[in-house]
């Protein structure tokens, strides 16, 4: 089989088409990986977020729950307002922590997020709550 005689103004129309084809393809290429690399981008800042939000609303719980042991070892009423107000804005940063993340929220797990829900009690603090009505403050006893 013998190649077609072409003229070199031919060969190099061919051989810079070729360049211009694989240029092409290369750039569909290019952009194909650059709009999946903003992709999982997005997910993993959405995930670093995620991930901050529950650290703040792990720690305002741990200060409501110094708050309430305030409350409950309180010696009179009005030192145990002093942790009643602190109780109330630990809450309400709880509420703003919980509504700056359902709005960050990425749109594949915004179901999750629509609606609060309650969170099942564990088995370990009913016995503790139990308890702990036994062993209520005297200035809570006389209301």
Known sequence: MTLPKLSIAAKLYVIFALMAATTLALSVV???RARSHAALTDEF???NSGSLNVERVG??????TADMRGIIYAADEASAAEYIKALQKVSDRIGIVIADWQGSVGNSDAAAYRKPRALP???????????SRKTTPPWCATR
């Open 30 to 32: 290019a952009v194909q």
């Open 45 to 47: 800042e959405s995930a």
């Open 59 to 64: 720690g305002l719980v741990y200060a409501a």
């Open 121 to 131: 009690r564990s088995s370990g603090r009913k016995p503790r709550a139990r308890g």
